[in-house]
């Protein structure tokens, strides 16, 4: 499947979501109505998609769960123009308030801080980031 554009690439991951949470949602549990998730897409500079891979394995996901930070899943697009050029993850979140405060937190936090500079000493990981909080639709397997 070849994923020509971000739009393409936005609706095949909804999509990847929507089957991943078949499996992840606990039935007997109700989400909370105000439960969202949020979807990000780092564009990565030429020669930065290993270094970006590593703080994500050896710091930031260490970072995310210190902050509760729930991590949905985490992809690397296999096409052109986007392999190894974009990274994109989705982190689950009680609510947005929630998720935004814990952002905060995350980018204050020393130890994250620390490391970002660490692995940036030979210029950014990230050139920009897409993001978008996102509900489910009410006919989703993932709701």
Avoid: T
């Avoid at 993850?89 to 020393?110: C, I, M, T």
């Avoid at 692995?119 to 990230?126: A, D, I, T």
Wanted: net charge positive; with cysteine.
């Amino acid at each position: 499947m070849k994923i020509k554009s971000l739009s393409h690439l936005f609706c095949f991951i909804a999509g990847v979501i929507a089957m991943l949470g078949v499996g992840m949602v606990n039935r007997s549990v109700a989400q909370p109505p105000n439960h969202v998730y949020e979807l990000r897409m780092y564009h990565v500079p030429d020669g930065k998609y290993e270094a970006l891979k590593n703080r994500f394995r050896d710091h930031v996901l260490a970072a995310f769960k210190r902050h509760n930070m729930k991590g949905v899943g985490y992809w690397m697009p296999e096409d052109a123009p986007d392999a190894g050029k974009l990274f994109i993850y989705v982190l689950e979140h009680p609510s947005r308030q929630e998720g935004e405060k814990n952002w905060a937190a995350f980018n204050a936090d020393p130890e994250w801080v620390k490391a970002k500079a660490e692995s940036e000493v030979n210029g950014k990981l990230v050139e920009k980031v897409d993001r978008y909080f996102m509900d489910p639709a009410d006919f989703s397997p993932i709701k």
